[in-house]
């Protein structure tokens, strides 16, 4: 069966200045991405900042083009695509709802303008269907006039999902659109966004450092470290279960509202890894607290069995753990 969205041997590099007189360096922001998405699964993707999350969902929307691999939509690369035919297909909600709307613009000519590019009905259509999208998502027809310096965080970002989904395309790319909200707000938001999967059969892809966001929305989690994607599966069998080290630790790094237990210890040290120059082998072996005795010698493969999918030699059974 054909996946919704596929991606095969994704990679994405980027040349960067070093300094003055200092050759670039290659900085490999995604790098051996594989990932299925199924029609309706909402695919969480989290991990630390720099493990390449937005790259990645740069590169599904069609903004950024893979320095090697493909990209799949219903078996068709999007490279072959039209432009017009990808965004009636994919849509994004982004991360900052104060920057990614035009300030100039009144909100009904924001959400109506996906169906200006692809040339859909006359002016007025575009401004009624911009309207019931805008009563969809919970901005009575009275905010149709008004400017985004006149609206909240949530409210603009309500704006944002209305303007994604007016066009009806089968794929959303959510890029941390709760982070910039308060707390309150964000449950909200997120509510809102199960409601719509539901009622216009949408495949999200859901990308955030927050895991309780994605517990909540996810049906299932890929884990990214370094631009690879260190462990996959479904949403429960990751919360309750974590294979990997590093999923292990980011899970065991959870604030918790009990009373006498601190600031959890991850065991990962105080530094974050340098993506300009990845470690050898597993690029998570020197914060990992379980390595063994060639993990960085060799780069651990995906493995795949019935509960899902993870990059770990720990699963390999002929290991020695270092002394």
């Given at each position: 069966?054909?996946a919704?969205?596929?991606?095969?041997?994704?990679?994405?590099?980027?040349?960067v200045?070093?300094?003055?007189?200092?050759p670039?360096?290659?900085?490999?922001?995604?790098?051996?991405v594989?990932?299925?998405?199924?029609?309706?699964?909402v695919?969480?993707?989290?991990?630390?900042?720099?493990?390449?999350?937005?790259?990645?969902?740069?590169?599904?929307?069609?903004?950024?083009?893979?320095?090697?691999?493909?990209?799949?939509?219903?078996?068709?690369d999007?490279?072959?695509?039209?432009?017009?035919?990808?965004?009636?297909?994919?849509?994004?909600?982004?991360?900052?709802?104060?920057?990614?709307?035009?300030?100039?613009?009144?909100?009904?000519?924001?959400?109506?303008?996906?169906?200006?590019i692809?040339?859909?009905?006359?002016?007025?259509?575009?401004?009624?269907?911009a309207?019931?999208?805008?009563?969809?998502v919970g901005?009575?027809?009275?905010?149709?006039?008004?400017?985004p310096?006149?609206?909240?965080?949530?409210?603009?970002?309500r704006?944002?999902?209305a303007r994604?989904?007016?066009?009806q395309?089968e794929?959303?790319?959510?890029d941390?659109?709760?982070?910039?909200?308060?707390?309150?707000?964000?449950?909200?938001?997120?509510n809102?966004l199960l409601?719509?999967?539901?009622?216009?059969?949408?495949?999200?892809?859901?990308?955030?450092?927050?895991?309780?966001?994605v517990?909540?929305?996810?049906?299932?989690?890929?884990?990214?470290?370094?631009?690879r994607?260190?462990?996959?599966a479904?949403?429960?069998a990751?919360?309750k279960?974590?294979r990997?080290p590093?999923?292990?630790?980011?899970l065991?790094?959870v604030l918790t509202?009990?009373?006498?237990?601190?600031?959890?210890?991850?065991?990962?040290?105080?530094s974050f890894?340098?993506?300009?120059?990845?470690?050898?082998?597993c690029?998570?072996?020197?914060?990992?607290?379980?390595?063994?005795?060639h993990?960085?010698?060799?780069?651990p493969?995906?493995?795949?069995?019935?509960?899902?999918?993870?990059?770990c030699?720990?699963?390999?059974?002929?290991?020695?753990?270092?002394?």
């Amino acid at each position: 069966m054909t996946a919704l969205i596929e991606a095969l041997d994704l990679h994405r590099t980027f040349t960067v200045s070093s300094g003055l007189f200092k050759p670039k360096q290659t900085l490999h922001a995604v790098n051996g991405v594989d990932l299925r998405v199924e029609r309706g699964e909402v695919m969480g993707i989290v991990g630390e900042s720099g493990c390449g999350k937005s790259t990645l969902a740069k590169m599904l929307l069609g903004l950024t083009p893979p320095s090697r691999g493909s990209i799949l939509i219903d078996g068709q690369d999007i490279g072959s695509m039209d432009r017009r035919e990808l965004a009636r297909r994919v849509q994004p909600v982004f991360q900052d709802p104060y920057s990614s709307l035009n300030p100039r613009r009144s909100i009904a000519s924001i959400v109506a303008f996906p169906l200006d590019i692809v040339g859909l009905g006359s002016k007025q259509d575009r401004r009624n269907k911009a309207i019931e999208m805008l009563e969809r998502v919970g901005l009575p027809p009275r905010f149709a006039d008004s400017t985004p310096g006149q609206l909240s965080g949530g409210q603009r970002q309500r704006v944002a999902i209305a303007r994604a989904l007016v066009i009806q395309p089968e794929i959303v790319i959510c890029d941390e659109p709760t982070s910039a909200l308060d707390v309150s707000v964000q449950a909200q938001i997120l509510n809102l966004l199960l409601d719509l999967r539901q009622e216009f059969n949408l495949t999200y892809v859901f990308i955030s450092h927050n895991l309780a966001v994605v517990e909540h929305i996810a049906t299932h989690v890929a884990v990214m470290y370094l631009g690879r994607v260190a462990e996959l599966a479904q949403t429960t069998a990751l919360f309750k279960h974590p294979r990997h080290p590093y999923t292990q630790a980011l899970l065991a790094s959870v604030l918790t509202p009990e009373t006498g237990l601190g600031i959890p210890d991850m065991g990962l040290g105080l530094s974050f890894p340098d993506p300009l120059h990845p470690p050898s082998g597993c690029t998570f072996h020197p914060r990992c607290q379980q390595r063994m005795t060639h993990c960085s010698l060799q780069r651990p493969a995906l493995i795949q069995d019935e509960q899902g999918e993870v990059a770990c030699h720990l699963y390999r059974k002929t290991e020695q753990h270092v002394d």
